[in-house]
């Protein structure tokens, strides 16, 4: 069975500093890999996603994030934070054999100070 | 802008009450799904659905039930909401192609007091 973990329950990072949030999953084969964000009071709205190819993928906001398989991981990326990013960040990880069934994560929350 | 569209956005609702969240899209999207949202908590998939009169349950053991009568709709009922059905619901749908992903509505924080 996938499994998404999210090391970091709360991230809290410096306006203009960089950003790097972590997610592990656990799939035998190359999975579906996105990283959705929430702000407050709203739903989920998809930032980037890999699924093949080039392992450094570029998403909206000036997000990144780079596919390791050899870590299984697909950490989220940002060279410098906005405080409007500060929100709540869900990896999720499907597969074509889950029937568009996505897992995520239990999200990572962001706090940008000034 | 939204394509998917969820009401009501806030619900507070009193023990034993029959509550009905709707879900509707105008995307076109065969792929819906209902997933619930706890804080510090994963999201877990409650419901899904593949097309018109096609629903399944999820991962999480949900006392609500779904009906897909037509594409744009995927509503969610609980016929007597209790205080342990307080979480937020988000409503979500696909294109066939699951390398898109998911577009969610806003949700519904449900409160049942």
């Known amino acids: 069975a996938q499994s998404v973990t999210q090391p970091d329950i709360h991230i809290t990072v410096s306006e203009g500093a960089s950003l790097e949030l972590r997610c592990n999953y656990s799939?035998?084969?190359?999975?579906?890999l996105f990283w959705y964000v929430q702000s407050p009071g709203q739903g989920l709205q998809l930032l980037l996603k890999?699924?093949?190819?080039?392992?450094l993928v570029q998403g909206i906001k000036g997000f990144e994030a780079e596919f390791k398989r050899s870590q299984s991981s697909f950490n989220l990326r940002k060279p410098s934070v906005h405080w409007s990013d500060a929100a709540e960040y869900f990896c999720a990880v499907g597969s074509p054999n889950s029937w568009g069934k996505f897992q995520f994560g239990a999200g990572t929350q962001v706090v940008v100070t000034p | 802008e939204a394509d998917i569209y969820q009401t009501p956005r806030y619900l507070v609702i009193g023990t034993g009450k029959k509550i009905t969240l709707e879900c509707s899209q105008t995307m076109g999207h065969d792929k819906m799904y209902w997933y619930q949202q706890d804080p510090g908590m994963e999201l877990h998939l409650i419901h899904y659905s593949y097309g018109v009169n096609s629903t399944e349950k999820g991962d999480l053991s949900s006392e609500s039930t779904v009906s897909r009568i037509r594409t744009e709709h995927f509503p969610l009922t609980l016929e007597s909401a209790r205080p342990s059905h307080t979480s937020q619901y988000l409503c979500?749908?696909?294109?066939?192609?699951?390398?898109?992903?998911?577009?969610f509505g806003s949700g519904t924080r449900l409160t049942v007091v």
């Open positions: 979500a749908s696909s294109q066939p192609q699951l390398n898109y992903g998911y577009t």
């Open positions: 799939y035998g084969a190359t999975p579906y």
């Open positions: 890999y699924f093949s190819g080039d392992t």
